[in-house]
């Protein structure tokens, strides 16, 4: 049964990474409803309602990509962080880049975790991403 109060939002720029994303979360039998924004901005204005309709309830989780146009993904963490409506959300971070200073950077900002893509469900005890952090995503959007 899917739980009418989670959803997930995914901030991401790149079509074949949303598919990419999309497939993997069919692939584990996550059926939450996912709202796709492009970039940063797009995504403030879903979870404000500012001009689109308002993502309801706000999303459980939000999927973040860094490089993105417009607003990145660690100045839209900046601004959710400082929003109380929004800042207890859990972010994971999904990027290509493995430098040290994002690293930092995403973690000042409070994140529960950072994903190095391509991502994949099958291998993350194998990748650069850890198998506690996956537990914690599927806990936070309560599946198991």
Do not use: C, W
Request: no cysteine; glycine share 4%.
């Amino acid at each position: 049964m899917i739980n009418k109060d989670v959803n997930i939002l995914l901030v991401e720029d790149d079509y074949l990474d949303i598919m990419n994303v999309e497939r993997e979360l069919k692939k584990i039998g996550i059926k939450h409803p996912t709202h796709v924004a492009r970039n940063g901005r797009e995504a403030l204005d879903m979870l404000r309602g500012t001009g689109v309709p308002k993502i309801s309830p706000a999303p459980s989780v939000i999927l973040l990509d860094i490089n993105m146009p417009r607003m990145n993904g660690l100045e839209f963490l900046a601004e959710l962080r400082h929003e109380p409506e929004f800042s207890h959300i859990p972010v994971f971070i999904m990027t290509t880049s493995n430098e040290e200073t994002d690293r930092m950077a995403a973690q000042k900002l409070n994140v529960a975790g950072y994903i190095v893509k391509p991502m994949s469900f099958d291998n993350f005890e194998t990748s650069q991403s850890s198998l506690d952090n996956f537990t914690l995503f599927l806990d936070l959007i309560k599946l198991k």
